[in-house]
């Protein structure tokens, strides 16, 4: 997934504080079984889903069906 993400734009991979939770643009999270999901909420902080991460939930389930 993060290779996808690369291919569309600067990606920065590292341990967050829990202070920078809530200065996040956008978030998603990776799974075997659920592929690239968007994080909505994070406690009682709503997040709102930037176009970049639809972007990666497209690519990716694009690179996906070409892989199959």
Excluded: Y
Aim: negative net charge; proline residues 4%.
């Amino acid at each position: 997934v993060l290779e996808v993400a690369k291919d569309l734009f600067p990606v920065e991979e590292r341990e967050i504080s829990l202070d920078e939770l809530f200065t996040l643009d956008g978030a998603f999270l990776t799974s075997s079984n659920k592929e690239v999901m968007p994080v909505s909420q994070i406690n009682d902080h709503s997040l709102l889903i930037p176009n970049e991460v639809s972007m990666v939930m497209h690519a990716f389930s694009k690179k996906l069906l070409q892989n199959i």
